[in-house]
């Protein structure tokens, strides 16, 4: 049973524009979110967290929206760029000690 | 303040071997995690161990081990190996306190491939 869902593998985009990345969740003890970025042969990087009391959350270009009545959140990225190009997973947990559950991430191409 | 480091990197084994995989989390870092990654299967918990204890588990078989020592330091095993053990192993460490395990830190992975 997933409980985190990117039901987008793969995504292109142009540079400069928007990429939305999108990730659905069914534990609805969730209560924290987060967005890792991955680029090959290394480790995932955290990229920016969301806390269930907010809705939405603004770091530079990265932006993650929650909207807890759908169960769903996604990330946005403004003006994206090449170097965006990298697997992002989505990750939720109920706050404290408990693992994070990832999703199975989003392949997301930045095309000059 | 170096990062998480992991060894080796890349191993090769063949099936019916046993292996063990290390982890030396971020200094002043007590929780360690473990995950395993496989294509298109994201990110699956194996286990996380804090202050040398294992606090979390997730749904792996018993051929799946592991163990923290005294300086935060990890190790994880893997008995009688199978070829769907071919993954990427990530460890991942976090200071685990308070703060539970949001802020984790990944290491650059050991890539497994069972033969």
């Known amino acids: 049973d997933q409980q985190v869902k990117q039901n987008s593998p793969s995504l292109s985009v142009q540079e400069g524009r928007i990429s939305i990345l999108n990730c659905d969740y069914t534990?609805?003890?969730?209560?924290?979110f987060l967005w890792y970025k991955k680029y090959p042969a290394e480790g995932p990087t955290f990229l920016i967290s969301i806390s269930s009391i907010k809705d939405k959350n603004e770091d530079g270009r990265f932006t993650v929206f929650l909207n807890k009545s759908a169960k769903h959140l996604s990330l946005h990225i403004v003006p994206s760029q090449p170097g965006d190009s990298a697997v992002y997973f989505c990750?939720?947990?109920?706050?404290?000690?408990?693992?994070?559950?990832f999703g199975k991430g989003t392949r997301l191409s930045v095309i000059a | 303040k170096a990062g998480v480091t992991q060894t080796p990197r890349y191993l090769i084994k063949t099936r019916g071997q046993q292996v063990t995989l290390s982890c030396s989390p971020i200094?002043?870092?007590?929780?360690v995690s473990w995950y395993q990654q496989t294509p298109g299967q994201g990110l699956q918990f194996l286990f996380e161990?804090?202050?040398?204890?294992?606090?979390n588990k997730g749904n792996f078989p018993g051929r799946f081990s592991g163990r923290q020592f005294s300086n935060s330091r990890s190790e994880m095993n893997v008995s009688t190996l199978e070829l769907g053990d071919s993954a990427l192993y990530l460890c991942?460490?976090?200071?685990?306190?308070?703060?539970?395990?949001?802020?984790?830190?990944f290491g650059p992975g050991t890539r497994l491939t069972v033969l």
């Open positions: 161990y804090f202050s040398e204890t294992q606090r």
């Open positions: 990750a939720a947990h109920h706050s404290g000690n408990t693992p994070l559950v």
């Open positions: 534990n609805s003890m969730f209560d924290y």
């Open positions: 200094s002043g870092h007590r929780s």
């Open positions: 991942a460490s976090s200071l685990g306190g308070g703060q539970g395990l949001s802020e984790q830190f």
